[in-house]
């Protein structure tokens, strides 16, 4: 049996098919870290290339440029002289607008004899994308004494595969692979899907080809000593018509289009400049990647989950990623709020786990999805996005102030919590559980949704309903965050109400939950109210929410930083010792940053300021030694090593919305920062530096309608922090 890999945490197995594989898991037959990628995203454009630009075709690939969750090019292959070029450098720019590739040719042969000595052509791919389009420039330039033919081809093929199906859920049917249309400098690829849709890929090229047909491209250039040649090839993604303007016209427009769209994306966001270069490379590849996974809707911006299996519109995902930006864009989460309000289930739909009132789980554009294939069209199965996105509304009107977005959430937040007390409490008890409606769905319906991520302490698996411990946590911060809106609306009633609810889920949820003879949360209470006691990390996102007494804080600090847990590199899933740890596990002993995020945000909540500074050394630390400094997804939970990095997990997504959020949440966590609108002021309780770094600039920190850039330095066991510019009525409040 080929080993299947656990999927996302949003995208979950339902359980062991008859083969025993999960459906919908990824396949790990072929591990991400075994090939290094490039990735490009745009809106609903997403591109995994190898390091030189290419798509190459091999059973089981990942590589593609995808469009609406369509494999739109299967196959993107140049090659020079019949050779395979030098890889000299492969790079994204910093933020993320385009990928640059540097190769040279290799020794160019007539039979044994060289014709062309190797590395005299160089040639470099400039390649960006906007608008369901990729545009590519080939830049070649000569640095022999002669004059050199060079012919360049360059293959393309386009499956028009379902991502669901090349991630490794497998289809009996396909629809119809349309004739290549064939023009003197274009080709266009078409499928026609069983949903009856056209799905189409138009490849133009400027100069025009030398030989063009439905397969490959070829050019035939001729450079004389020092001389250059330009080559232009534009890739459109479309279901309809296509625009026919130049291609090398159309290249530069839309270049100052990209460099323009991410100026302005960022432009009002928080940025970061600290004492330690490796610190700001990280955290300017994290912002660029936080807003490269952003999607532009009508109701505004929207992080998507990430790349490549998870370029969608996920609930879970973009709340606890806007949750952790907020203090750094809070855009992101009127954005994500907005959209989810407008999904909001209105009627019971079994198939995809729909109720009124609950907030989604996942849309998915794809043709499986369409037909039904996978239920992910748009789907409900997720217990805690509905308490999170109450408790989102709450945190985005605390930090803004926006009584406008507020009054048009109310009855969308009214809604939420009618779900949270009809469906999600379905027996009474006042604890939030959830169930799958049909065989389809997904078996595990928390942020840890693996078919075998919830169990007792002997290995068993809870049968549901289940009640996560988390779940009650995010309950009870919805609860109050709910009180708070609806005190600032006027509904006074409700605010007492949800207040007198909150303090009773506090009493009950002490009183089932803990255990004491592993001074935790019990990970989940089962269908029969039997606690799991399982130690987890699920227990540290009860900090963040605020449930959980002092004493017993202390005690959860100390487990979370005890070897059991903590790697080195951060805070396990699940604790060494358990009856399915196991540090190569999806959610079962692995290392999630924005997991680790989660926890150190409740443990500055709760004043454990040691414990957060070890998660933020650990996870700077781990990013130190993987690509481009950029957290993935998550990693293997294996003990740190002297002189060694962390073990990767091999289908990590890379890049990913919640953990390109993590160092700047876990910044936050460290100074104490918090934004408080009725005084005008940006405030640092007891404020801390990580060992990494002596000083910090934060600019732009934006608060009601002016902004402020503080710079922060450490001095002695003491932090200052100093106003460096500031525009309108913004001060700074320091609390030790």
Same mark, same amino acid.
């Given at each position: 049996?080929?080993?299947?890999?656990?999927?996302?945490?949003?995208?979950? !197995?339902?359980?062991?098919?008859?083969?025993?594989?999960?459906?919908?898991?990824?396949?790990?037959?072929?591990?991400?870290?075994?090939?290094?990628?490039?990735?490009?995203?745009?809106?609903?454009?997403?591109?995994?290339?190898?390091?030189?630009?290419?798509?190459?075709?091999?059973?089981?690939?990942?590589?593609?440029?995808?469009?609406?969750? *369509?494999?739109?090019?299967?196959?993107?292959?140049?090659?020079?002289?019949?050779?395979?070029?030098?890889?000299?450098?492969?790079?994204?720019?910093?933020?993320?607008?385009?990928?640059?590739?540097?190769?040279?040719?290799?020794?160019?042969? @007539?039979?044994?004899?060289?014709?062309?000595?190797?590395?005299?052509?160089?040639?470099?791919?400039?390649?960006?994308?906007?608008?369901?389009?990729?545009?590519?420039?080939?830049?070649?330039?000569?640095?022999?004494?002669?004059?050199?033919?060079?012919?360049?081809?360059?293959?393309?093929?386009?499956?028009?595969?379902?991502?669901?199906?090349?991630?490794?859920?497998?289809?009996?049917?396909?629809?119809?692979?349309?004739?290549?249309?064939?023009?003197?400098?274009?080709?266009?690829?078409?499928?026609?899907?069983?949903?009856?849709? @056209?799905?189409?890929?138009?490849?133009?090229?400027?100069?025009?080809?030398?030989?063009?047909?439905?397969?490959?491209?070829?050019?035939?250039?001729?450079?004389?000593?020092?001389?250059?040649?330009?080559?232009?090839?534009?890739?459109?993604?479309?279901?309809?018509?296509?625009?026919?303007?130049?291609? @090398?016209?159309?290249?530069?427009?839309?270049?100052?289009?990209?460099?323009?769209? +991410?100026?302005?994306?960022?432009?009002?966001?928080?940025?970061?400049?600290?004492?330690?270069?490796?610190?700001?490379?990280?955290?300017?590849?994290?912002?660029?990647?936080?807003?490269?996974?952003?999607?532009?809707?009508?109701?505004?911006?929207?992080?998507?989950?990430?790349?490549?299996?998870?370029?969608?519109?996920?609930?879970?995902?973009?709340?606890?990623?806007?949750?952790?930006?907020?203090?750094?864009?809070?855009?992101?989460?009127?954005?994500?709020?907005?959209?989810?309000?407008?999904?909001?289930?209105?009627?019971?739909?079994?198939?995809?786990?729909?109720?009124?009132?609950?907030?989604?789980?996942?849309?998915?554009?794809?043709?499986?999805?369409?037909?039904?294939?996978?239920?992910?069209?748009?789907?409900?199965?997720?217990?805690?996005?509905?308490?999170?996105?109450?408790?989102?509304?709450?945190?985005?009107?605390?930090? *803004?102030?926006?009584?406008? *977005?507020?009054?048009?959430?109310?009855?969308?937040?009214?809604?939420?919590?009618?779900?949270?007390?009809?469906?999600?409490?379905?027996?009474?008890?006042?604890?939030?559980?959830?169930?799958?409606?049909?065989?389809?769905?997904?078996?595990?319906?928390?942020?840890?949704?693996?078919?075998?991520?919830?169990?007792?302490?002997?290995?068993?698996?809870?049968?549901?309903?289940?009640?996560?411990?988390?779940?009650?946590?995010?309950?009870?911060?919805?609860?109050?965050?709910?009180?708070?809106?609806?005190?600032?609306?006027?509904?006074?009633?409700?605010?007492?109400?949800?207040?007198?609810?909150?303090?009773?889920?506090?009493?009950?949820?002490?009183?089932?939950?803990?255990?004491?003879?592993?001074?935790?949360?019990?990970?989940?209470?089962?269908?029969?109210?039997?606690?799991?006691?399982?130690?987890?990390?699920?227990?540290?996102?009860?900090?963040?929410?605020?449930?959980?007494? !002092?004493?017993?804080?202390?005690?959860?600090?100390?487990?979370?930083?005890?070897?059991?847990?903590?790697?080195?590199?951060?805070?396990?899933?699940?604790?060494?010792?358990?009856?399915?740890?196991?540090?190569?596990?999806?959610?079962?002993?692995?290392?999630?940053?924005?997991?680790?995020? +989660?926890?150190?945000?409740?443990?500055?909540?709760?004043?454990?300021?040691?414990?957060?500074?070890?998660?933020?050394?650990?996870?700077?630390?781990?990013?130190?030694?993987?690509?481009? @400094?950029?957290?993935?997804?998550?990693?293997?939970?294996?003990?740190?090593?002297?002189?060694?990095?962390?073990?990767?997990?091999?289908?990590?997504?890379?890049?990913?919305?919640?953990?390109?959020?993590?160092?700047?949440?876990?910044?936050?966590?460290?100074?104490?920062?918090?934004?408080?609108?009725?005084?005008?002021?940006?405030?640092?309780?007891?404020?801390?530096?990580?060992?990494?770094?002596?000083?910090? *600039?934060?600019?732009?920190?934006?608060?009601?309608?002016?902004?402020?850039?503080?710079?922060?330095?450490?001095?002695?066991?003491?932090?200052?922090?100093?106003?460096?510019?500031?525009?309108?009525?913004?001060?700074?409040?320091?609390?030790?």
């Amino acid at each position: 049996m080929n080993a299947a890999a656990e999927p996302h945490p949003s995208s979950g !197995p339902a359980g062991p098919d008859a083969s025993g594989e999960p459906p919908y898991a990824v396949g790990a037959s072929l591990s991400l870290q075994e090939r290094q990628y490039r990735t490009l995203k745009n809106a609903d454009m997403f591109g995994v290339f190898d390091l030189c630009g290419n798509i190459q075709p091999y059973s089981g690939g990942t590589e593609g440029l995808y469009n609406r969750d *369509t494999r739109h090019l299967s196959v993107y292959d140049l090659t020079i002289g019949g050779g395979r070029p030098v890889l000299l450098s492969s790079t994204l720019r910093d933020d993320n607008g385009a990928l640059i590739c540097d190769l040279a040719n290799p020794d160019l042969l @007539r039979g044994d004899e060289v014709m062309v000595e190797h590395s005299v052509i160089h040639m470099r791919r400039t390649r960006f994308m906007i608008n369901a389009t990729v545009f590519e420039r080939i830049q070649l330039r000569s640095f022999s004494s002669e004059a050199h033919f060079i012919r360049l081809e360059l293959a393309f093929d386009a499956d028009f595969k379902d991502l669901f199906e090349v991630r490794g859920t497998p289809r009996a049917k396909h629809g119809r692979i349309e004739p290549a249309e064939i023009s003197e400098s274009s080709v266009t690829l078409a499928y026609t899907g069983l949903d009856d849709k @056209r799905r189409q890929t138009r490849l133009r090229f400027s100069p025009t080809p030398s030989a063009l047909d439905g397969g490959q491209a070829m050019f035939d250039v001729t450079l004389q000593p020092g001389e250059q040649a330009l080559l232009y090839i534009e890739i459109a993604c479309s279901d309809g018509e296509l625009p026919t303007r130049d291609v @090398r016209e159309t290249y530069l427009l839309s270049m100052v289009e990209t460099r323009r769209w +991410m100026r302005t994306r960022s432009a009002k966001a928080a940025a970061m400049a600290s004492s330690n270069e490796l610190f700001n490379e990280a955290i300017r590849r994290a912002i660029s990647d936080l807003y490269m996974l952003i999607t532009e809707k009508p109701t505004g911006l929207y992080p998507y989950a990430g790349i490549p299996w998870f370029s969608a519109a996920f609930g879970r995902d973009a709340l606890i990623t806007a949750l952790q930006a907020l203090w750094v864009d809070p855009s992101i989460a009127r954005g994500v709020l907005n959209f989810l309000a407008e999904n909001q289930a209105t009627t019971v739909d079994a198939a995809s786990d729909a109720e009124p009132g609950k907030i989604l789980h996942e849309v998915r554009n794809g043709e499986m999805a369409a037909l039904g294939e996978v239920p992910f069209r748009r789907y409900y199965g997720s217990v805690d996005s509905t308490p999170l996105f109450i408790m989102l509304a709450g945190a985005y009107v605390e930090r *803004t102030h926006d009584e406008t *977005t507020a009054y048009r959430l109310w009855p969308h937040l009214e809604a939420a919590m009618e779900w949270i007390e009809r469906y999600g409490d379905r027996d009474g008890d006042g604890f939030v559980e959830y169930f799958r409606a049909t065989g389809q769905g997904l078996q595990n319906q928390g942020w840890k949704d693996s078919w075998d991520s919830v169990f007792h302490a002997d290995g068993s698996l809870a049968e549901g309903p289940i009640a996560l411990c988390e779940v009650q946590g995010y309950v009870y911060a919805a609860r109050l965050a709910m009180a708070d809106i609806g005190r600032r609306l006027g509904h006074d009633q409700i605010a007492m109400a949800q207040e007198k609810k909150a303090e009773a889920l506090r009493v009950a949820f002490e009183a089932a939950f803990w255990c004491e003879e592993i001074s935790t949360y019990a990970l989940a209470l089962d269908g029969r109210k039997q606690p799991c006691r399982v130690r987890s990390s699920n227990a540290g996102h009860c900090l963040l929410a605020g449930i959980v007494s !002092p004493e017993r804080a202390q005690r959860l600090a100390d487990g979370f930083m005890s070897n059991a847990f903590f790697t080195g590199w951060g805070i396990r899933t699940i604790a060494s010792g358990e009856a399915r740890f196991n540090p190569m596990g999806y959610h079962n002993g692995s290392v999630w940053p924005h997991d680790n995020t +989660m926890i150190a945000l409740g443990l500055a909540r709760y004043g454990h300021t040691e414990a957060v500074s070890k998660i933020f050394n650990g996870l700077f630390d781990a990013a130190l030694y993987i690509d481009m @400094r950029r957290l993935p997804e998550l990693f293997c939970g294996f003990a740190r090593r002297r002189a060694q990095g962390p073990t990767f997990y091999p289908v990590a997504c890379s890049p990913q919305a919640w953990a390109a959020t993590a160092l700047p949440a876990l910044l936050q966590a460290s100074l104490g920062l918090s934004i408080d609108p009725p005084s005008n002021s940006v405030v640092f309780n007891r404020p801390t530096l990580p060992s990494f770094m002596d000083e910090i *600039t934060l600019h732009n920190i934006s608060l009601n309608s002016g902004r402020i850039s503080v710079f922060i330095r450490r001095t002695g066991r003491e932090v200052a922090v100093n106003v460096i510019e500031r525009h309108g009525d913004v001060h700074v409040l320091v609390r030790s």
